[in-house]
């Protein structure tokens, strides 16, 4: 018997089907170990050995896996074509050494796509592993662990609410944070545009202002009202002829087929995917066979796929859509790595495959692949100059023919922020001599506008020209900074938060050659050597440590207070800007005398007066020089007349609230964002205050019946059970018969679950067992049943679009492989059989400790 182990179970599946009966394919669902989070799992003190782990949800699969080897003959690591995949392949192979279980015969196979050609010419060819991407796997994971590991701790004791940095996470967001500062600092240009519009044989057109009183005319040349009514009425005044028209032809190249990053940026521009979405999706296509692997930074495409991308397009539009040379492409991506074949179909001759986002992203990988070998876009670029005689007032028309298509047929490139292009429109035949006629005039101002927040696409964009992080891992570097709360996302672009602003601010002052894109792109490309195998690996990460563990040893000295300090120069420019006016931008709005400063607190930094506490302005950090959000202390709203203590509106690190008395045992409240802040007054202060409320008996129960506001807003609460409420308003207002009615709701709806489960679609009878054939949502997603056979649906399958004839097909496919493996299991006398040894084992561990 031979054992192949794969990553995933779907992969497994779809291999197993196409070895023979010798195979048995398994899968060690991702990595098996890693480091243990802990101090000490790398040494550097003993070159960088590393203490791996056995993740603890794996033990069960590896013990499969190695029952499976101790029986077979050979073993075939055939996991993923990259670095990664290598390192599974590597973790398996140590695992099952120590076990003493490993095979005599151990090889390992590649394929970039999982189609029966493909697998069987791989097992055909095998290889051993590769030493240099092993070690180019552990110098990463040693340069992450001991990065993550000595900063973090220097994070939590120096910078309070900073959670970690990472060696390319914090470079990242030092990209999105320097862009804040650029939209911050940026100050807005007033510029005007003259536009004449004119009608020649029928079609409108329009031509701008190019060169006015003898001088050429650039976008910000007109900043002034004045000016442009001048020069609205030389052209209003002025009789235009065709002085010149130039016709130059042009040509557009296809772009070559999706690499990991470019497929990124066009799913998030054309698709709205986020980068990780566009990864789950393409590993679902991978893994059903439908493209290659997605994980690559090439760019070509096999001689056979090329073949094949020909003669599809031969099929669909005529021979002058196929170049006479296939189109062979290189990539330019600095610090490109690992020579796959760029993301493709398997079969250019599906043009469609699954449903809902799994079929977009195929269409467009599908459309960018077949347009990557198709012939290029012949334009013919026009520009007309309209002179108004005297030569001194000329207007510009500039407009774009496509002669022939070509690849545009089928694809166009999407753009980052692009906007409307004059070249774009089309322009009526015109000769020198004409004289179109003049139908009015346009004048428009506008404001230049700062340089736009990063996208997805044009973040990763960015990195990959910088030469920061690898495309497979861009995904999860975005997610990590949305993850812990350093960025967040508006109208899909990138703002950051304070929290990530303050560590930014941090790294750039104490780690500032950590967080230099120049030497995050460097250490890639020493990575990349050892991958190579033109590095050693411990000696790049000793060229490193030597450097970076002492920086963070003379940092961890500092004193706190010393850190803000610092911290408070360093960013003195953005926290308190220049006013224009010659006065002291740190002095303090409240009192006038004190002057600000950045604090630390329990919660972060804030900004705060340093006459405290005789004043108590204080701002938060991410406020740059503005009074918004500024707390001048707690707002004294009355005393309660039961108590006699104060009732004080205060803000905190989660929102306003309210505080009765002081000190440790005040009673606090907080204020609901629905309560209108003209609405809110002593009387609702104290009503907060005395929540939770007894609403009465249950008249069925007996037990109380209790409205209150808790984390997740309004409630009622009865005999341990919570009901939702509409607002804050019906704490107070609920009645019993109303509270009573609230809970039954509640309680009928939480039992709806334990229902009959109802078919999402049926379909008739099977045409050979009878049986009704329905579509159901299963526990581990949804699956197509006649009674008898279930078939879980492929991941690329819509349940919406299923077919009858798929559901005969997944049935039918299903059947023929014969009962589930689970079903050969032994009967419940063997797991009886195994009851009095379970029970001796804990008897044994307890008497040992």
């Known amino acids: 018997m031979q054992l192949v182990i794969v990553e995933s179970p779907a992969k497994a599946k779809t291999i197993e089907k196409y070895l023979g009966r010798d195979f048995k394919v398994l899968a060690s669902y991702g990595h098996v170990r890693d480091l243990p989070p802990k101090d000490g799992s790398v040494d550097p003190d003993d070159g960088f050995s590393m203490e791996w782990q056995l993740y603890p949800d794996k033990a069960k699969r590896l013990k499969d896996i190695q029952d499976a080897a101790k029986q077979a003959d050979r073993l075939i690591l055939a996991t993923d074509p990259d670095r990664e995949g290598e390192a599974i392949s590597w973790h398996v192979q140590e695992l099952l050494r120590q076990k003493k279980a490993l095979p005599q015969k151990v090889d390992r196979v590649t394929f970039n796509a999982i189609t029966k050609q493909a697998v069987t010419d791989a097992m055909a060819h095998p290889r051993g592993l590769d030493d240099d991407l092993i070690d180019a796997y552990r110098a990463r994971r040693a340069l992450d662990y001991l990065v993550g590991f000595t900063l973090s701790p220097v994070l939590w004791r120096k910078l309070p609410g900073a959670k970690s940095a990472g060696r390319v996470q914090s470079v990242a967001l030092r990209l999105v944070v320097e862009r804040e500062r650029e939209i911050e600092a940026f100050v807005a240009q007033q510029y005007w545009s003259i536009t004449g519009q004119f009608e020649m044989g029928g079609t409108p057109f329009k031509a701008r202002l190019a060169r006015w009183r003898g001088d050429k005319i650039e976008r910000l040349t007109i900043t002034n009202e004045a000016d442009a009514r001048a020069a609205e009425a030389d052209v209003k005044a002025g009789h235009f002829t065709v002085d010149s028209v130039e016709t130059k032809p042009l040509t557009r190249n296809p772009p070559p087929p999706f690499t990991t990053s470019t497929l990124q940026q066009e799913a998030a521009r054309k698709l709205g995917f986020s980068a990780s979405h566009t990864m789950r999706v393409a590993q679902d296509l991978y893994e059903d066979g439908a493209i290659t692997y997605m994980r690559t930074d090439g760019v070509q495409m096999d001689g056979s796929a090329i073949s094949a991308a020909r003669r599809a397009i031969a099929d669909r539009y005529d021979g002058g859509y196929v170049p006479d040379q296939p189109r062979q492409y290189q990539t330019k991506a600095k610090n490109a790595q690992e020579a796959h074949e760029a993301i493709r179909p398997t079969d250019f001759g599906k043009d469609k495959v699954g449903g809902g986002d799994h079929a977009r992203l195929y269409d467009l990988i599908w459309k960018r692949a077949l347009a990557s070998q198709m012939a290029s876009a012949r334009l013919e670029r026009t520009s007309v100059d309209l002179s108004d005689g005297t030569g001194k007032t000329m207007l510009r028309a500039t407009g774009q023919v496509i002669k022939f298509p070509g690849f545009l047929a089928l694809y166009d490139e999407g753009r980052d922020d692009s906007s409307e292009d004059d070249d774009a429109r089309l322009l009526p035949a015109m000769a020198k001599g004409d004289a179109p006629a003049k139908t009015g005039v346009e004048v428009e101002a506008h404001e230049t506008q700062p340089p736009p927040r ?125 006013k224009g006016d010659g006065s002291d931008p740190r002095v303090c709005p409240n009192c006038g005398t004190g002057r600000l400063a950045l604090r630390g607190g329990k919660f972060g930094p804030f900004i705060a007066c340093s006459n405290y506490p005789e004043c108590k302005f204080t701002r938060k950090f991410a406020q740059p020089g503005g009074s918004d959000g500024a707390d001048t202390g707690p707002e004294t709203l009355g005393t309660d007349p039961e108590s006699g203590l104060e009732v004080t509106k205060r803000s905190g690190r989660f929102g306003p609230y309210i505080q009765l008395g002081d000190g440790k045992e005040a009673k606090r409240s907080s204020i609901p964002k629905d309560i209108p802040g003209e609405d809110f007054d002593l009387d609702y202060a104290l009503r907060l205050l005395s929540l939770p409320r007894d609403v009465g008996m249950h008249p069925e129960s007996g037990k109380p019946i209790v409205a209150g506001l808790g984390r997740y807003g309004p409630y009622l609460l009865h005999d341990g059970k919570y009901a939702k409420l509409t607002g804050t308003a019906e704490i107070f207002d609920i009645g019993m018969n109303a509270a009573v009615a609230r809970i039954a709701d509640a309680a009928n709806g939480g039992g709806r679950g334990r229902a009959k489960a109802e078919p999402l679609k049926t379909f008739g009878p099977h045409p050979t067992s009878g049986g009704e054939m329905k579509l159901m949502a299963g526990r581990f997603g949804p699956y197509v049943t006649d009674g008898t056979t279930n078939a879980t649906l492929p991941k690329t399958v819509e349940p919406e679009a299923l077919t009858v004839e798929e559901a005969v097909a997944l049935i039918d496919a299903r059947a023929a492989k014969g009962p589930a493996k689970g079903k050969k299991k032994a009967p419940a006398k063997k797991a009886a059989a195994k009851k009095p040894a379970a029970k001796k084992a804990p008897a044994k561990k307890k008497t040992a400790e």
């Open 454 to 578: 990063y996208s997805e696409a044009s973040l990763v964009k960015k990195m990959e020209e910088l030469g920061i992080g690898r495309p497979s891992t861009y995904a999860s570097i975005l997610q990590v900074l949305k993850d812990r709360a350093y960025v967040r996302v508006e109208k899909n672009r990138f703002l950051p938060e304070e929290s990530g602003r303050l560590l930014t601010a941090f790294l750039e002052r104490f780690f500032g050659r950590y967080v230099e894109y120049d030497f995050t792109a460097g250490l890639e490309e020493e990575l990349d050597d050892v991958s190579g195998g033109r590095a050693q690996w411990q000696a790049v990460l000793e060229r490193f440590w030597r450097d970076f563990k002492p920086r963070t040893g003379e940092v961890m000295e500092q004193k706190p207070s010393e850190i803000t300090a610092a911290l408070d120069e360093f960013l003195g420019p953005y926290l308190f800007p220049d």
